[in-house]
């Protein structure tokens, strides 16, 4: 079957402005997460959607947020864009979500400088 | 392709050595454990899992093994291969109603194999 999908794959912004990417999960997934990855963070995490439902919350401020559709496909949004928002944005999808000890599948990620 | 990390401690093993690669956790409540292989320029790709229910599991040419009393977890990879030259992250998953509920990762290992 086909694993996750993330649109677009390479992103050039300028401060100021905001993005919308996308996630498609793998087909029966419902849970979808978001990842920041940058090399001195590490991979952090976002947030998770089950349902269409935000179900878990990083430490992330507000500009960041996301939805849930009822195809299970995700987006999520950056708004106000800051330098230091450049990174790899990874989403995973797996069938009932974290916290259940349920395997996570990882998109290729889509890449996002901040000009 | 991308770095994941500019100061990712790194491991390099000559071609048909064993590897091991080391993780310490951060939460005793963490009940489920895996490890991920990130290529350059692709999302991190599942290896194998463990519970915490278990101190060994074995996969096709790799073993992870789980120390709770130290919170410490390793990946063995046998007779490693030029293809397994990678990042290395461990993951933590914190049941719901803890004090995560989210998979936290470690900050990777770069393997480097010489053929």
């Known amino acids: 079957k086909a694993g996750v999908t993330q649109t677009p794959r390479y992103l050039i912004k300028t401060r100021g402005q905001q993005v919308t990417l996308s996630c498609s999960p793998i087909?029966?997934?419902?849970?979808v997460s978001w990842y920041q990855q940058t090399p001195g963070q590490g991979l952090q995490f976002l947030f998770e959607?089950?349902?269409?439902?935000q179900r878990n919350k990083g430490n992330f401020p507000g500009r960041f947020s996301g939805r849930q559709f009822s195809n299970s496909r995700s987006e999520m949004n950056v708004s106000t864009l800051e330098l230091g928002d450049s990174a790899l944005y990874l989403c995973?999808?797996?069938?009932w979500g974290q916290g259940a000890a349920d395997e996570q599948y990882f998109g290729p990620g889509t890449r996002l400088t901040v000009t | 392709g991308e770095s994941v990390g500019l100061h990712l401690p790194t491991l390099s093993v000559q071609e048909g050595d064993n590897s091991i690669i080391n993780c310490a956790y951060s939460?005793?409540?963490?009940?489920?454990f895996i490890w991920y292989k990130q290529e350059s320029g692709k999302g991190p790709q599942f290896i194998i899992d463990?519970?915490?229910?278990?101190d060994k599991r074995q996969g096709q040419r790799v073993t992870v093994l789980l120390n709770k009393t130290v919170k410490h977890l390793s990946l063995q990879i046998a007779a490693t291969q030029p293809g397994d030259s990678a990042v290395y992250f461990c993951?933590?998953?914190?049941?719901?109603?803890?004090?995560?509920?989210?998979?936290?990762f470690g900050k990777g290992t770069k393997l480097s194999v010489k053929p």
């Open positions: 995973a999808s797996s069938l």
């Open positions: 939460n005793s409540a963490s009940d489920y």
């Open positions: 463990i519970r915490s229910n278990m």
């Open positions: 993951a933590e998953n914190a049941p719901y109603g803890g004090s995560q509920g989210n998979l936290i």
């Open positions: 087909s029966g997934h419902r849970s």
């Open positions: 959607y089950f349902s269409e439902t």
